[in-house]
């Protein structure tokens, strides 16, 4: 059987003023048309013999007719790509993906909105109506857990997935699986966004766990940095210490509850602030 959005070894079964026909038994010949597909005039080899194996992908053509196509497609079953937008209609996105027909995007399919020009990851389905189709979701299990990567490695990852409790899902080198902790602020990120991160777990399934923060002796300065000014928004005075829950702590600043113990630390070695009475205040040096 001939299957739509793979590559597929098929047989010449016959020739046609606009191309060949291909089928998928060896020795196939035009009498059962029903499993023959056309790879068009254009695409045709130079020299060729009906009987011969071709390598070719299949898809649908401008008219939803299945064709075949000896080009590699930039996304392919099983294998997520990233591809361009081309342009966002009422229906939903087209996407460039090496082939003459640009493939679809629903809207129901989409994570956020997209716009032209917007490079996005993507998986390829074949729908209810056995057309092929794009789409920003399901990703998760479609992704390569066999990264080459080691705790403290620096890496390149793709937003994704919001995953909420779980925490944001990327994507490493837009192949491999990883996710951001939850406990991370990651309000500032969109679907789409490409982030330089840092491995902090590799798990017994081979899936990454990667922080977009620095190594703690460099993201300290800037987490000392975010309290002062945290607390300045508080009139000098804040009302909770590092002995707060981490929900409050992270809900109030963004930090995991360790990192703003080291934060604060680091401030009041500085004498940059007291702590007093459940309350951390800004260090009046002048008093």
């Known amino acids: 059987?001939?299957?739509?959005?793979?590559?597929?070894?098929?047989?010449?079964?016959?020739?046609a003023d606009f191309g060949l026909y291909l089928g998928d038994k060896s020795g196939k010949t035009g009498?059962?048309?029903?499993?023959?597909?056309?790879?068009?005039?254009?695409?045709?080899?130079?020299?060729?013999?009906?009987?011969?194996?071709?390598?070719?992908?299949?898809?649908?053509?401008?008219?939803?007719?299945?064709?075949?196509?000896?080009?590699?497609?930039?996304?392919?079953?099983?294998?997520?790509?990233?591809?361009t937008v081309r342009e966002v209609t009422d229906i939903g996105g087209f996407l460039d993906w090496g082939l003459p027909k640009d493939l679809f995007l629903p809207y129901r399919?989409?994570?956020?909105r997209?716009?032209?020009?917007?490079?996005?990851?993507?998986?390829?389905?074949?729908?209810?109506?056995?057309?092929?189709?794009?789409?920003?979701?399901?990703?998760y299990h479609e992704l390569s857990t066999m990264s080459p990567y080691n705790i403290g490695d620096e890496v390149t990852g793709r937003v994704y997935e919001f995953g909420h409790d779980f925490g944001t899902?990327?994507?490493?080198?837009?192949?491999?699986?990883?996710?951001?902790?939850?406990?991370?602020?990651?309000?500032?990120?969109?679907?789409?966004?490409?982030?330089?991160?840092r491995v902090t777990g590799v798990k017994e399934d081979g899936k990454l766990d990667v922080t977009t923060r620095a190594k703690a002796h460099v993201q300290i300065n800037d987490d000392a940095d975010k309290i002062l000014e945290l607390i300045n928004s508080y009139a000098g005075v804040l009302p909770f210490t590092e002995k707060a829950s981490p929900e409050v702590?992270?809900?109030?600043?963004?930090?995991?509850?360790?990192?703003?113990?080291?934060?604060?630390?680091h401030l009041y070695k500085e004498r940059l602030i007291t702590l007093e009475d459940g309350k951390i205040r800004i260090n009046d040096q002048d008093k």
Request: no cysteine; glycine share 6%.
């Open 1 to 15: 059987m001939i299957k739509m959005g793979e590559y597929n070894t098929l047989t010449i079964s016959r020739k």
């Open 31 to 83: 009498a059962d048309k029903s499993s023959e597909v056309l790879l068009p005039k254009a695409e045709m080899p130079d020299k060729y013999e009906i009987g011969d194996k071709i390598k070719v992908f299949i898809y649908r053509d401008s008219q939803d007719r299945p064709i075949a196509t000896t080009r590699e497609p930039l996304l392919t079953k099983d294998h997520p790509a990233v591809l």
């Open 114 to 139: 997209v716009k032209a020009g917007d490079e996005i990851l993507v998986r390829l389905y074949v729908d209810k109506s056995h057309r092929l189709a794009a789409s920003m979701k399901e990703l």
């Open 249 to 265: 702590i992270y809900r109030e600043t963004g930090l995991s509850k360790a990192a703003f113990k080291r934060a604060i630390g």
């Open 169 to 197: 899902f990327v994507a490493v080198d837009d192949k491999y699986s990883a996710m951001i902790p939850a406990h991370e602020d990651v309000s500032g990120l969109r679907i789409g966004q490409v982030l330089k991160l």
């Open 109 to 112: 399919q989409m994570r956020g």
